[in-house]
C-alpha cells in the first residue's frame, strides 16, 4: 500500500522557520521526483518546490525562492521542506507528491499538513 505521510506543520511566528517531512513507502521511492505544493483557503493549489529522483535538481515558485529548500534522502525514503523566513502568506495546507518518472504516469499525494504563519 501506497503512503506518504507529513509531518512537521504547526503554527509560527513571521519570520520563524518550519520543517516538513514526508516519508513514503509501498512504491520505489529513489525513481520518483517528489515535490511540495500549497494550497491556502479560497486560493488554487500551487507548486512550491520540485527535487528529481537522484535529488540533483530543484527548482522553487518565485515566492518562496531563497527563503525555502527542498531536500530528498532517499536512503530513509523522505523528502523535506525547509521554511525559513517565513510570512503570513505562506499560511496553507502544504501537500507532498511523487510523480514516476521519466513519463510522470503515476502520482500520490500525502494528507497535508497546516502550516500557520501569524502573530
Known amino acids: 500500500q501506497v503512503q506518504l505521510v507529513e509531518s512537521g506543520g504547526g503554527l509560527v511566528q513571521p519570520g520563524g522557520s518550519l520543517r516538513l517531512s514526508c516519508a513514503a513507502s509501498?512504491?520505489?521511492?529513489?525513481?520518483?521526483?517528489m515535490n511540495w505544493y500549497r494550497q491556502a483557503p479560497g486560493k488554487e493549489r500551487e507548486l512550491v518546490a520540485s527535487?528529481?529522483?537522484?535529488?540533483?535538481?530543484?527548482k522553487y515558485a518565485d515566492s518562496v525562492l531563497g527563503r525555502f529548500t527542498i531536500s530528498r534522502d532517499n536512503a530513509k525514503s523522505t523528502v523535506y521542506l525547509q521554511m525559513n523566513s517565513l510570512k503570513p502568506e505562506d499560511t496553507a495546507v502544504y501537500y507532498c507528491?511523487?510523480?514516476?518518472?521519466?513519463?510522470?504516469?503515476?502520482?500520490?499525494w500525502g494528507q497535508g499538513t497546516q502550516v500557520t504563519v501569524s502573530s
Open positions: 507528491n511523487a510523480v514516476s518518472m521519466p513519463m510522470q504516469r503515476t502520482r500520490y
Open positions: 509501498g512504491f520505489t521511492f529513489s525513481l520518483y521526483a
Open positions: 527535487t528529481t529522483s537522484a535529488g540533483g535538481s530543484t
